[in-house]
């Protein structure tokens, strides 16, 4: 089963910048799909970005769409989000997850809860 690491998130000031990292370990990202999530206590889990490994088709959440940039990399088996412009809506845990069968775009819409899953990062956008 492949784990998953994310690192990056932090405290952005509105209209700021950070990346997001979610490394892979245990096993080839080659054929997941890969989505970043989030998910603040008490409120329902939410797709942002999702990413077919094999063909690099994304999908993004409307809220983020021209603001976020989902990438992979594959050589370093890992899978990237780029957030621009940051609101402060944009505060949250994200967490990136992987799966075989899921397609890109349902895990976007319907945020399963994936088995493969890192622990989260805290994304904090305040002045």
């Known amino acids: 089963q492949v784990q998953l690491v994310e690192s990056g998130g932090g405290l952005a000031q509105p209209g700021g910048s950070l990346r997001l990292s979610c490394a892979a370990s245990?096993?080839?990202?080659?054929?997941?799909?890969i989505g970043w999530f989030r998910q603040a206590p008490g409120k329902e889990r939410e797709g942002v970005a999702c990413?077919?490994?094999?063909?690099?088709?994304?999908y993004y959440k409307d809220s983020v769409k021209g603001r976020f940039t989902i990438a992979r990399d594959s050589a370093k088996n890992t899978v990237y989000l780029q957030m621009n412009n940051l609101e402060p809506e944009d505060t949250d845990v994200y967490y990136c997850?992987?799966?075989?069968?899921?397609?890109?775009?349902?895990?976007?819409?319907?945020?399963?809860?994936?088995?493969?899953r890192g622990q989260g990062t805290q994304v904090t956008v305040s002045s």
């Open positions: 997850a992987a799966d075989l069968f899921v397609p890109v775009a349902t895990m976007c819409i319907r945020a399963p809860d994936i088995e493969s």
């Open positions: 990413i077919s490994m094999s063909d690099g088709n994304p």
């Open positions: 245990g096993d080839t990202l080659e054929y997941y799909n």
